[in-house]
């Protein structure tokens, strides 16, 4: 028996030889990196493609750790953050960027981007290089980027006898919402995230504040969500949701309603522009060619889309800087957008990162109805100045501070209890304040 | 009241128990039953709004599993799970013994201790445990995970051992070294083929614990070392649905714990009924 057991021990441990090897799968090939990434379909699609980067530089071996949104943002955190240097290269966004480039963390990439022929930095959507800087310097760069923007069924519209203004705002969206929800036919009116989280609930409630001329700090840090715009606002997306919404709102985040509109059971959809790549695609979307895009809805203050972008920035504990920036210039170049369109479809291609990509003819012919929607949209000047009131922070659906994350997802969380009808919108917001009066706190709000 | 009525009641109660156990078995059971089927369906078939339980079934999602590189993952979390098993019954059967066969001091505190361990929330220690692991550089290291889980587990094995230990008569090991049995043999060919069962049972919670936790093998594992729960959340992801691929991944990653507690079966249920009825 004890013989047996340390065969089987013994064999094990040959396998986890074999294992690692497998795992690094670079053994003599040369240098190694480590690429952190977001197990989105576009990051995917990377990992898929990494064999031409291979041909193209067969000295560098690259191993992605592919983890979904929350546990890497939670990971490269925590390994960037102590200075571990288990990666090489990870995946961050606008709000990460300019706080880690502050604290350090970060290598600046100006010298990599100059001395790269070819690389065309003026390429990048204006807004999102300029959300990926600190101090004049791109610390990371866009690997795809996204704003917010309205979607609707042309079909149902027209069946209704209704049209879409081009700048609706949010009142006429509730009337036009009010028209087109019939539940005999599983259709909602609109369809909007209530799920839990700061990059969920959190990100197209934010924008909806801020046009109703809320904020969430006033200049001093003093906390304003029991202001009345606040309360408007909130008001307006909880009834909203809750009379023509889809059913379950609660646990609705951008999966769930990229789904629910797919599948034809919404009229309308407010949301991040990248759906478009899953709703025109006709193998994944019911309502692929069916759907018109408008710019954000408005109520006071204009122009209030959000801006993201997934960018790959490299820590400055690397010990592979050089090949990691070899691997980064190649993963955000105009030859790899074109090699995803040309390799997996043209609806497969990260969006929004470079302007050129709108040039591509293949591009071109996919993107026509969306493709003006969605750079309106990203360039809309409201990052900076995301509010009517001064405030002492930008960024258009989230507040630039790394308590964010903790407070965003709390009053995220009260919120959504209101959408489920588990408590009060003056409930919800009365624990918001509290929780965003004690972040305020910090920075010598009172 | 007559004989036959009695009996009656007695069989319609024991039919509504069953008929309880059934459905509480099958809700139990339903969504294991609905992952692997999702498992055999393609991506536009699992998220259907009309599900359907009869459907040509697909291949395509294992094989995209198996090409995603699953076998380093199998074999960490097998080298893990094993060797700290092993280890956790090696350290948890004779400090159970100790402590449940000789007059030890103060027993009630030293146990307490143990489970006390099992107190302080994992997420709270993340941090000192990370920055230790860092200092000796056992990040990424599959042996962190396996010192880790040894301890994480040997808590609630010691217990365990220590209830069926108890159950053993002591007028059973007074015979066998009345028979000159030494305290190895004693252990050996007396108590340990008692308790045997109980070992199984206790080996198989520590294989299951160890098998799907998540907390260490994410933030302390990066490309050499990680486990198959880091493997499984790779397939989700928050923009677009692959229900089908994740119920794949989901689907192999139970296999081996299905089996080992398969293998275990008999043992088990005599395992887990001891000291059930005295």
Not at chain 2, 183 to 194: A, D, F, K, T
Request: charged residues 15%.
């Amino acid at each position: 028996m004890m013989r047996r057991i340390c065969v089987l021990f013994v064999a094990l441990l040959t396998l986890t030889g074999c294992g690692f090897a497998g795992a690094g799968g670079g053994a003599g090939k040369g240098e190694s990196i480590t690429v952190a990434v977001v197990s989105n379909p576009q990051m995917q699609d990377m990992q898929e493609l990494i064999d031409r980067f291979h041909e193209e530089h067969p000295g560098i071996d690259v191993r992605f750790v592919s983890l979904p949104e929350n546990e890497s943002r939670q990971k490269t955190a925590e390994s960037v953050s102590t200075g571990s240097g288990e990666f090489d290269v990870v995946m961050i966004s606008n709000y990460e960027t300019p706080i880690w480039a502050r604290n350090g963390w970060l290598r600046n990439l100006g010298p990599d981007i100059a001395r790269t022929p070819g690389y065309d930095q003026q390429d990048f959507v204006p807004a999102v290089r300029k959300a990926l800087s600190y101090q004049g310097n791109m610390y990371s760069v866009p690997f795809y980027g996204e704003s917010s923007f309205l979607m609707y069924r042309k079909d149902l519209f027209a069946k209704k006898g209704l049209s879409m203004p081009p700048h609706p705002s949010w009142q006429q969206v509730a009337e036009l919402a009010a028209k087109l929800d019939d539940p005999g036919s599983d259709t909602a009116g609109i369809c909007l995230r209530g799920l839990p989280g700061w990059g969920e609930l959190m990100a197209p409630l934010s924008t909806v504040i801020n046009t109703f001329g809320g904020r969430w700090f006033d200049p001093r840090w003093r906390a304003q969500l029991e202001s009345p715009q606040v309360r408007e606002a909130v008001r307006f997306y909880v009834d909203l949701l809750r009379k023509y919404g889809e059913p379950g709102a609660a646990a609705a985040g951008f999966t769930q309603c990229l789904n629910n509109f797919a599948a034809g059971n919404s009229a309308m959809w407010y949301d991040s522009t990248s759906a478009v790549s899953t709703l025109e695609d006709a193998k994944s979307s019911k309502v692929a060619g069916k759907v018109g895009y408008v710019a954000a809805p408005v109520e006071r203050h204009p122009g209030t889309g959000w801006l993201y972008s997934w960018s790959l920035g490299i820590p400055k504990t690397s010990e592979h800087a050089d090949a990691a920036w070899k691997f980064v210039s190649w993963a955000t170049s105009k030859h790899y957008i074109g090699e995803v369109g040309k390799t997996l479809g043209w609806s497969r291609v990260p969006p929004a990162s470079r302007l050129s990509t709108y040039e591509l003819p293949g591009y071109r012919k996919l993107a026509g109805a969306f493709a003006k929607p969605t750079l309106d949209a990203i360039n809309s000047p409201t990052i900076e100045h995301p509010t009517a009131k001064p405030v002492p922070y930008t960024g258009g659906q989230f507040v630039d501070i790394p308590e964010f994350i903790d407070l965003g997802t709390r009053v995220s969380q009260q919120l959504s209890a209101a959408i489920a009808g588990q408590k009060s919108v003056d409930d919800a917001l009365a624990q918001s304040q509290e929780y965003a009066a004690t972040v305020g706190a910090s920075y010598g709000g009172r | 009241m007559s004989e036959i009525a009695v009996r009656r009641k007695g069989k319609l109660g024991t039919s509504i128990w069953a008929i309880g156990a059934w459905i509480i078995g099958i809700l139990f059971f339903f969504p294991v039953l609905w992952m692997v089927l999702t498992s055999f369906k393609t991506e536009a078939d699992a998220y259907s709004t009309t599900p359907h339980l009869v459907f040509k079934p697909v291949f395509e999602q294992y094989a995209s599993v198996f090409s995603s590189g699953i076998g380093p993952y199998l074999v960490n979390s097998l080298l893990a799970t094993v060797v700290s098993t092993a280890l956790v019954l090696v350290l948890a059967v004779p400090a159970a013994y100790a402590l449940s066969i000789y007059a030890v001091r103060k027993v009630q505190n030293a146990l307490f201790f143990f489970i006390s361990t099992k107190m302080l929330p994992i997420v709270a220690a993340i941090i000192p445990i990370y920055l230790a692991a860092r200092s000796i550089s056992g990040l990424d290291n599959i042996w962190t995970l396996v010192v880790l889980y040894t301890g994480m587990n040997l808590p609630i094995a010691v217990w365990m051992m220590r209830s069926f230990f108890l159950e053993v008569p002591s007028e059973m090991l007074e015979a066998a070294r009345m028979d000159g049995a030494k305290l190895g043999q004693e252990i050996r060919h007396v108590l340990l083929p008692v308790v045997a069962p109980g070992i199984a049972a206790t080996a198989l919670i520590c294989v299951i614990f160890t098998w799907n936790e998540f907390f260490f093998a994410l933030n302390l594992t990066t490309i050499r070392a990680s486990t198959m729960p880091v493997f499984l959340v790779s397939f989700i992801t928050s923009e677009g649905a692959y229900w089908a691929r994740l119920a794949a991944a989901a689907t192999l990653a139970s296999i081996p714990v299905l089996l080992a507690g398969w293998f275990a079966q008999k043992q088990l249920v005599r395992g887990l009924s001891m000291g059930a009825v005295k």
